[in-house]
């Protein structure tokens, strides 16, 4: 769980200081959207 968050930062440049997954700039809760919406990993890899 640890290395999954060291992956998350948070920037107050970036995405008004939201937390985003770190090189990528998506916010960490669209993502938790998307796969509580039933998207898998894949999907979403495509989509981004």
């Known amino acids: 769980m ?3 968050l060291n ?3 948070i920037d107050p ?3 008004h200081g939201k937390p985003v997954i770190r090189g990528l ?3 960490v809760t ?8 039933g998207m ?3 999907d979403i890899l ?3």
């Open 2 to 4: 640890t290395n999954l």
């Open 7 to 9: 992956r998350i930062t």
């Open 13 to 15: 440049h970036i995405a």
């Open 25 to 27: 700039r998506y916010p």
């Open 30 to 37: 669209l993502i938790l959207e998307l796969l509580s919406a």
């Open 40 to 42: 898998t990993i894949d």
């Open 46 to 48: 495509r989509r981004l």
